[in-house]
C-alpha cells in the first residue's frame, strides 16, 4: 500500500512536469498564484478588466479629440461626444433582435446612456438570447448628435436588429422613432451616385442614410480628396460613405421617407458633421425642405466651406440659398438670411453646384431659345463669405453654349465642375448617351472648348445606362475614369474595364479591364480613386467565389495583367453599417 | 471591541477545550495565508492587495508512511474557494489535491501538495481556466496531532 501510495505521488509530479500547462510551479505560490494566473489570462482575452478602475468605467472609450489620434484597435465601445455637449438628456437605445426567420428572440436595451460625475457612460452592452447565447453584435462607433439624437455604427453578423430611441423630454421619457426591423442583407449597399434610370431597385435603398461602411481600412490614415462624387471619409474601419462629404466636413439628410409623392426632409434634419472634431450640428432651419431626389440623384443640396446652403425648393419654383455666418470650424450656425432664385421661366433648374474648393456655389439654369430647345445655360455664382462682408454677392453670367450641352443639362441634368475660374469654367455633364466636357468662357460667354465622348467609343450601345456604362470618377481637373461593363469572352461573364479621359487631351485610354473579377456594381460608390490615381474596387473573384477589395495600379500599355491588381483585403469583405437609431 | 474580544476568546478556548480530541491547528500558507485546522477540514484566508481567497479544505484521506526512515504523512482532498478581488464580480475556485505532511520542529509540521484546480471568475465577462497548483504550509498544531 505504501509502495502503491508513494508511487502515485512521484507519478503525479512526473506528469506534471511534462504538462506545459501548469501554473504556480513555484515554491509558495499557492491558490492566489494560480487564480492571479487565471485573471492575467482572462485580462489578456479582454474578458476581466486590469483595475478597479477600469472595472467601475463601462468598457467604453469617451473621445472628444482628433479620430486620427485614437487608438481604436482596443475599442470595444467608442462614445463620440460633442465638445458643447449639454448633458441633461439620458437617451437609451432599445434592441430587438430577430432570427433569420423573423421570430424575435429578445427584446432588451442595448445599451442607456447616463450622465455619472459629468461624464456620459454606457450600460448595457450585451445581447443575449433566450438560452443564454450572445449574439454577435457589438457597437462600435456611437455617435451622440447634440441635439438628442444617437447616431450608433453596430456591426451585424446575421441577425436582424431593430431600434428605438428614447430620450427624456421635459421629465418624460419619451420614444423618438421606431423602425420596423430589416434584415442586414436587405439593406444592401446604399443607392449608388452615378448611374439612373432604374438599373438599381432604389425602393431597395430606401435607407440610404444607412451610411454603408465596406472595406474597412483601405484608406487607413487618411482621407481621399473629396468632391462632391467622393463621398468618402475615413472612418475606425476604413470609409464612412456620406451623402456630401469633404475632408474636414460631412452632411447627410437626417430623416427620409421615401415617397413618389415628394415628400423630404423636415426641420432639423441637415446634420452636419465637423470631421475634425467629430461635433455634429443641425443646419436646417424652419422652412427647409429639400427634394428627396438625394436618392436618384446627387443630392441636391450643397454646402460652401463658409457653411452656406444651396438646395433646390421642391415648394416652390427656384432655389433656395441660405447665408450663414458659421464656418466648419465654428460651433454655431447662425441662420442669417434666405434667399430664394428663381428658375428660369422654363421650369425645373439644375441642382446647385459647388466647386471643388467650396469657395462658392453656382447654379446652372437652362434658358429656353425659340422652338429648337435650348441653346443658353446661365450660371450664377453665389458667394456669401468674408470677401463679400458675409453679404450675398451674386456674380450673373450668361453663357451661350452649344445645343448639346444644353440638351445633355436637360436630360440629365447633372453637371461637375472640373475646373473653374473667373474666366471660365470646365466642366463634365453626363448624357445618357455621352460624357460631354464643355468650357465655358464666362467672359465672352461662349463656349470656348467643347469635347464629347459617345459611350459608342467604348463599345456599349447608345443607352449606355442600362447597357454597359457603369460610371464615371473625377480623379482631377484633367482626368476621369469611366467603367464599362461589356460581353466577355465566356459565357454568363461580363468584362469590366476602367478608361481615362483626359479632356482637354481629347485623349482616352483602356488602363484595364478583367473576366476574372466582377465589380460589385451595387456598390456606393461604384469605385474610388485614391490620391495616387489607383482605382479601388470590390469585386467578386470568379473563380474562387470570393469577395475582395482591389487597389488597380492603371496600365494602359498592358491593361490586362493581373499584375496590375493588389489587394487591399482578401476573402470575405467586412461590410459595417452606421446605423442610426433615432 | 468589547464583544469582539469576548467571542474570540469564547472561540479560542473552546478550540483549546476540543484540542485533545481533534486534530487543531493554525499556520500559515506560505503565498500569504493563515489557516485553521479542524480535524478533517481546514479554513483558509489568503491576502492579497488585489486578491484575497476564502476556502475550505477538506482531508478524507490520510495515511502514514514511512520514506526512508522517516515518518510522514499521506493526504488527500478537495477544495473549494471564493475569490474576493477589485477587477471581479466573483470568483471560485474548486479542485483536488494531494501530498505530503511532515514534522518539522515538535509541533509543527510542514505540508507541501499538489493539486488540479479549476477556476471560474466574473469581471467583463465570465473566464474559466484550469490549472496545477502547488501548496506549502506550515502548521503548528495545538492538540490531537502533536
Known amino acids: 500500500m505504501k509502495n502503491k501510495l508513494i508511487s502515485l505521488f512521484f ?51 469617451y473621445y472628444t479629440g482628433k479620430l486620427d489620434k485614437l487608438d481604436l484597435s482596443q475599442a470595444k465601445y467608442l462614445f463620440l461626444a460633442p465638445k458643447s455637449t449639454t448633458t441633461s438628456r439620458s437617451p437609451s437605445v432599445k434592441g430587438a433582435i430577430y432570427k433569420a426567420d423573423g421570430t424575435q428572440q429578445t427584446e432588451k436595451t442595448i445599451f442607456k446612456i447616463i450622465e455619472e460625475n459629468g461624464e456620459m457612460k454606457i450600460k448595457e452592452v450585451n445581447l443575449y438570447d433566450e438560452e443564454g447565447n450572445r449574439f454577435d453584435v457589438d457597437v462600435h462607433y456611437i455617435v451622440k448628435v447634440g441635439t438628442g439624437f444617437i447616431s450608433i455604427a453596430l456591426e451585424i453578423k446575421g441577425v436582424f436588429i431593430v431600434t428605438t430611441t428614447t430620450q427624456v423630454v421635459n421629465g ?66 476604413g470609409n464612412y460613405y456620406y451623402i456630401a462629404t469633404w475632408s474636414d466636413v460631412a452632411y447627410w439628410i437626417n430623416n427620409y421617407y421615401y415617397s413618389y409623392s415628394g415628400n423630404g426632409i423636415q426641420q432639423g434634419s441637415l446634420l452636419k458633421l465637423n470631421t475634425k472634431d467629430m461635433s455634429v450640428q443641425v443646419v436646417s432651419a424652419q422652412g427647409d425642405y429639400i427634394t428627396q431626389d438625394i436618392i436618384e440623384w446627387e443630392p441636391f443640396f450643397v454646402v460652401d466651406k463658409y457653411g452656406n446652403i444651396a438646395y433646390m425648393s421642391t415648394t416652390g419654383s427656384g432655389y433656395k440659398y441660405r447665408k450663414t455666418t458659421g464656418t466648419v470650424d465654428g ?46 445655360l446661365w450660371i450664377r455664382r453665389l458667394r456669401c463669405n468674408k470677401d463679400t462682408g458675409y453679404n450675398i454677392e451674386i456674380t450673373s453670367t450668361v453663357g451661350s453654349v452649344s445645343d448639346d ?39 465672352n460667354a461662349t463656349t470656348s472648348y467643347y469635347y464629347e465622348v459617345p459611350f459608342s467609343e467604348f463599345g456599349v450601345s447608345s443607352d449606355g445606362w442600362n447597357e454597359g456604362f457603369l460610371g464615371y470618377q473625377v480623379v482631377n481637373s484633367t482626368k476621369v475614369y469611366v467603367l464599362i461593363k461589356t460581353e466577355g469572352s465566356q459565357q454568363g461573364r461580363y468584362r469590366y474595364t476602367f478608361y481615362a479621359i483626359y479632356p482637354k487631351e481629347e485623349k482616352i485610354e483602356k488602363i484595364f479591364y478583367t473576366e476574372r473579377y466582377e465589380v460589385l456594381s451595387q456598390s456606393w460608390p461604384l469605385f474610388n480613386v485614391d490620391e495616387e490615381g489607383n482605382i479601388i474596387v470590390t469585386a467578386t473573384d470568379l473563380d474562387t467565389g470570393t469577395k475582395n477589395v482591389l487597389k488597380i495600379t492603371p496600365n494602359p500599355s498592358d491593361p490586362g495583367n493581373e499584375s496590375n491588381i493588389s489587394f487591399l483585403q482578401q476573402g470575405t469583405v467586412e461590410v459595417y453599417y452606421l446605423v442610426r437609431v433615432y | 471591541m468589547r464583544s469582539f474580544i469576548l467571542i474570540s476568546t469564547i472561540i479560542l478556548t473552546s478550540l483549546f477545550n476540543i484540542s485533545e480530541a481533534v486534530n487543531l491547528g493554525i499556520g500559515w500558507t506560505l503565498d500569504t495565508g493563515i489557516h485553521l485546522r479542524i480535524g478533517k477540514f481546514e479554513l483558509q484566508s489568503v ?69 488540479i484546480f479549476f477556476s471560474t471568475v466574473k469581471g467583463w465577462e465570465e473566464f474559466s481556466d484550469w490549472g496545477a497548483v502547488i501548496n506549502t504550509k506550515l502548521t503548528w498544531y495545538i492538540g490531537g496531532k502533536k
Request: glycine share 10%; aromatic share 16%; charged share 25%.
Open chain 1, 331 to 376: 460651433s454655431g450656425i447662425v441662420h442669417t438670411g434666405f434667399y430664394t432664385y428663381p428658375f428660369s421661366s422654363y421650369g425645373s433648374g439644375l441642382p446647385p453646384i459647388v466647386d471643388n474648393n467650396r469657395d462658392a456655389i453656382y447654379f446652372l439654369n437652362k434658358v429656353s431659345e425659340g422652338e429648337y430647345g435650348f441653346k443658353n
Open chain 1, 11 to 61: 507519478f503525479i509530479i512526473t506528469s506534471l512536469l511534462f504538462i506545459s500547462y501548469i501554473y504556480s510551479f513555484q515554491f509558495g505560490i499557492g491558490t492566489r498564484g494560480f487564480v492571479q494566473k487565471v485573471i492575467e489570462k482572462g485580462q489578456e482575452e479582454g474578458k476581466i478588466p486590469k483595475s478597479k478602475e477600469e472595472k467601475d468605467k463601462p468598457k467604453t472609450i
Open chain 2, 47 to 115: 491576502f492579497g492587495s488585489d486578491t484575497s481567497i476564502y476556502g475550505l479544505r477538506f482531508y478524507p484521506i490520510n495515511k502514514e508512511l514511512s520514506i526512508m526512515k522517516k515518518t510522514f504523512n499521506f493526504y488527500s482532498g478537495i477544495e473549494t474557494d471564493y475569490i474576493s478581488s477589485d477587477v471581479l464580480d466573483w470568483g471560485y475556485v474548486g479542485g483536488v489535491f494531494t501530498g505530503l505532511d511532515k514534522a518539522v520542529f515538535k509541533h509543527l509540521h510542514l505540508s507541501l501538495d499538489l493539486g
Open chain 1, 172 to 237: 418624460s421619457t419619451q420614444v423618438v422613432t421606431s423602425e420596423e426591423y430589416l434584415h442586414v442583407s436587405e439593406w444592401g449597399t446604399a443607392a449608388s451616385t452615378i448611374p439612373s434610370y432604374g438599373y438599381m431597385d432604389y425602393l431597395k435603398y430606401y435607407k440610404q442614410y444607412l451610411v454603408r461602411l465596406e472595406d474597412g481600412a483601405v484608406f487607413e490614415g487618411k482621407y481621399l480628396p473629396n468632391d462632391r462624387n467622393k463621398k468618402i471619409y475615413e472612418d475606425i474601419y
Open chain 1, 405 to 443: 450641352v444644353a440638351r445633355a443639362c436637360e436630360t440629365i441634368g447633372h453637371g461637375k465642375i472640373l475646373n473653374i475660374g473667373d474666366k471660365e469654367i470646365s466642366m463634365l455633364i453626363n448624357s445618357f448617351d455621352k460624357i460631354l466636357f464643355p468650357t465655358i468662357d464666362l467672359v
